[in-house]
């Protein structure tokens, strides 16, 4: 059987991040992906943007980032997924074990979420503290609420409000300026009922060519047990930054 697959990535990231020292506040970047599958029996696509801004001041460091998520298989939707998130963390740059507060808002097809509001606050401590940001490995807890609206396939619509114990391991390692690894992981079990929990999960391996050329492979999962849904999403590309 005659059979012709291609596949087509784009990822684009623009960057204004050096390290962020006394001159050097704020970082910026645009990432966009795209998978185009076909074959003689089947024809999908997947096209992922991915945007973040972040100011780092002496006390506290402020993390805003927003993605959106678009595919179809063989002329049917398979994502119309939006994310936005806002994350503060105060005393980081001081201290091993600060304080953060977080607000998230997504919806998300493949997930069956038509709306879902995040907000908490909590602590994390840092293991691993390098002043240049070479590496870090950080474990942080705390509590959020949530409302959501979800879409059950046996209950139908399923809007409730519960509070989170959010648990997260965060890393970020450079080796010999070449390769660096990157994992943002949530766990996420109502304190009402475990079996009622959120997973995400989201790392990176990257191969630096030049200082400012890398070749990425990015994974991210996300799991919401309450109606049995996932996604996994696999993609590679290029990074581009610039540090100033």
Known sequence: MKWLSLVLIFFFCVQSFAQFNDSTHYYARFASTGVINKT??????????????????????????????YG?????????????????????????????????????????????LQAGVGLAYKFIQDSTGREDFTISDG???????????????????????????????????ILVIDGNNFFQPSILDISDYVIKATNTLSFKLYRWLSITAAQTYNR?????R???????????????
């Open 40 to 69: 003689d029996g089947a024809n999908s696509y997947v096209w992922s943007n991915f945007a973040t801004y972040n100011i780092d001041k002496r006390k506290y460091f402020l993390n805003t980032a927003a993605s959106y998520i």
């Open 72 to 116: 179809e298989n063989d002329g049917g939707l398979t994502n119309n997924d939006f994310a936005t998130t806002a994350s503060f963390d105060y005393l980081k740059k001081q201290k091993r074990l600060y304080y953060w507060a977080l607000v998230n808002y997504d919806k998300s097809y493949s997930l069956q979420i038509t709306n879902r």
């Open 230 to 244: 996932e996604n996994l999403l696999l993609t590679f590309g290029l990074t581009i930054d610039k540090y100033f």
């Open 143 to 177: 509590f959020l609420y949530e409302k959501s609206n979800l879409i059950d396939d046996k209950l139908g619509k399923d809007d409730y409000q519960t509070v989170r114990n959010s648990f997260r391991i965060r890393y970020h390692f450079t080796i010999k300026d």
């Open 224 to 228: 919401v047990n309450r109606t049995e």
